[in-house]
C-alpha cells in the first residue's frame, strides 16, 4: 500500500519572463501584419496588453529582490546603478 505523503502538488509554474516576452514580440509582428480582421487584431492586442502586464510584474518582483539582497547591515539599500553591456550588433 503506498500512502499519500500529504504534500500539496506545486502550483502550475508561472510562464519564464523570455518565454512571455519572446510571444510578446511575436504578437507585436503580427499586429504589424496589415492582413488581420478586426477581431483577430483584438484578441491579439488583448494578449499583448496581458503578457506586458506579466512582463512587468516580474521585473518588478526581480526588482524587489535584488533590492533585499542589496540592503545593508545597517537596514538602508545601497543602490548601485545597472549599466547593461552593450548588444553587439549583427
Known amino acids: 500500500m503506498t500512502q499519500a505523503t500529504g504534500k500539496k502538488p506545486d502550483p502550475p509554474k508561472k510562464p519564464e ?19 488581420l480582421s478586426l477581431d483577430e487584431a483584438m484578441k491579439l492586442f488583448e494578449e499583448g496588453v496581458e503578457l506586458s502586464r506579466e512582463c512587468q510584474k516580474q521585473l518588478e518582483q526581480a526588482e524587489g529582490r535584488v533590492e533585499i539582497l542589496l540592503k545593508k547591515a545597517d537596514g538602508q539599500i545601497a543602490s548601485v546603478a545597472f549599466e547593461p553591456e552593450p548588444e553587439e550588433e549583427s
Open 17 to 35: 519572463f523570455e518565454r512571455s516576452l519572446a510571444r510578446l514580440e511575436e504578437v507585436v509582428r503580427r499586429l504589424e501584419n496589415a492582413n
